[in-house]
């Protein structure tokens, strides 16, 4: 779809550009139907560089900075208002009408990410079976007695149609007391029941479904090259599609997972690469991107994918695809489970149970839309929906200048009956500000680091 750094900031400012204006565009809805003013809808921060007023005194922005948003409504707290206006004033309306405008801008965002889901259930989101191969001595699948080639029917209830929708609905149900019930169908066509201690999770468990023992089985796949990422350490060292790998870090390769095995065993470090092409025999050398998993294990990607002839395709992945009715349905579970899932990333953040080091900034971002947008459309609408719904999550947070922040002025003005003080929403705002700058910056720094240790 997009190709080079050029690609990657334009795929980066669309997609957020256009969550931004989503998110705006719910607080000015909501604020227009319960009669407030509004002054200004601005896409961007800092100096205009595109307005246009509209006939009901709206004034539309495009700014300098595209890292944010706002809708300016009139409030009698920031300004003098005139008398014939003061009835469309925000701070005019009732607790229950400002709490629909702040809560309208995240709600947006929520319902962008459900209608994305569900136009890619009816347009069909590939996924790859939910098959697993054998797991390790020792861990949770291997003491609930999994073997493998048996494929995942349902986690607890709940339809497993892909491995994605494995992956996605194991952090739920691992932290439960008791016992998790895993139904599985096996190489002769028969279901089997599995009991899964969570007694026995540790936190490796807690990180992902590989971290207990569950493994994707791929078919043996040669070591063909199917496709290579542009601008990848692949792609400046000459790698081609169709490249046959003989040898690797010099030891013979005969499946695409030895490839990857050796690949990742060679993090910032030197590695020749044997190939035949055309007939002929060519080495060539390269230094494998370092990678750095959840877990703290470090390595090595070089930016290469297998061929995967349809046969393959056709054994290997399933089109996760619906009629609109059920899309709709299935779109609002996925939006559901993944806002859930932030949240509990957040909070793991905020209690220390993840690491600082986890939290990405614009630059880590971009370089995902840029990703994203280079494998198609249908990833590019995935990207947009997943942070869509970071995006509605973070900003309910109860910070100070967010909207999570306002809704909690809100609260305790229910509470008190009377709003807090102009002293002490400033006094807070400020805190707000700082707590948000920090983080910011904490977050950029970070992916300055990842990218020049990368």
């Known amino acids: 779809m997009l190709n080079g750094s050029v690609g990657t900031l334009g795929a980066f400012l669309l997609a957020l550009s256009c969550l931004i204006f989503i998110h705006e565009l719910g607080h000015f809805v909501v604020a227009r139907w319960v009669g407030v003013k509004v002054l200004r ?35 009698e707290r920031e300004g003098p208002v005139s008398p014939r206006e003061v009835h469309q004033a925000f701070n005019r309306k009732s607790l229950a009408q400002r709490s629909a405008i702040v809560v309208a801008g995240p709600l947006a965002n929520f319902l962008l990410a459900w209608s994305l889901f569900s136009l890619l259930y009816v347009l069909g989101i590939p996924g790859q079976r939910p098959c697993l191969d054998a797991p390790e001595t020792g861990t949770l699948a291997w003491h609930a ?29 691992v932290r439960r007391e008791g016992a998790v019930r895993l139904v599985t169908r096996n190489d002769r066509g028969q279901e089997e029941v599995h009991r899964l201690v969570t007694a026995q999770v540790n936190a490796a468990a807690e990180e992902g479904v590989e971290g207990s023992g569950f493994h994707l089985w791929t078919p043996p796949l040669p070591p063909v090259v199917g496709q290579v990422i542009p601008d990848s350490v692949a792609d400046k060292a000459g790698l081609k599609p169709l490249d046959r790998l ?9 499946t695409w997972a030895q490839v990857v095995r050796v690949v990742e065993a060679h993090p910032q470090a030197v590695v020749e690469i044997e190939l035949a092409r055309a007939g002929q025999t060519r080495a060539v050398q390269l ?8 877990n ?44 859930l899932l932030t949240l509990n990333s957040f909070g793991q953040l905020l209690t220390g149970q993840a690491s600082l080091d986890n939290l990405g900034g614009p630059v880590r971002i971009a370089s995902l839309a840029g990703d994203s947008a280079r494998l198609g ?40 009956g009377r709003p807090l003080s102009a002293e002490i929403l400033s006094l807070t705002q400020r805190w707000g500000f700082f707590l948000l700058a920090g983080l910011m910056v904490f977050s950029f720094l970070n992916d300055l680091r990842h990218f020049f240790n990368h």
């Not at 999994?146 to 339809?159: D, F, N, P, S, Y």
């Not at 349809?310 to 939006?335: F, I, N, S």
């Not at 509605?392 to 999570?404: E, M």
């Open 145 to 173: 007695g999994i073997r493998a080639g048996e494929c995942v029917l349902r986690l607890e209830g709940k339809a497993i149609r892909t491995w994605q929708d494995f992956e996605l609905e194991w952090p739920r149900v």
């Open 296 to 339: 703290g294990r470090r390595i090595g990607r070089i930016g290469i994918s297998p061929q995967v002839t349809e046969a393959m395709r056709r054994e290997w992945t399933v089109l996760d695809q619906d009629p609109p009715l059920m899309a709709l349905w299935h779109g609002a579970v996925k939006t559901w489970s993944l806002t």
């Open 287 to 294: 230094i494998p991107r370092a990678v750095d998993l959840p």
């Open 377 to 416: 459309l249908l990833p590019y609408l995935q990207f947009m929906a997943l942070i869509s719904i970071s995006l509605g999550v973070l900003n309910l947070l109860p910070i100070p200048l967010l909207d999570g922040g306002h809704l909690l002025y809100h609260a305790v003005e229910w509470v008190r």
């Open 246 to 254: 003989l040898r690797v870090a010099g030891q013979p390769v005969e």
């Open 41 to 75: 809808f601005s896409i961007g921060l800092g100096r205009p560089i595109w307005r246009r007023q509209a006939k009901n005194g709206t004034e539309w922005v495009v700014a300098l900075l595209p890292l944010g948003g706002y809708v300016r409504m009139l409030d």
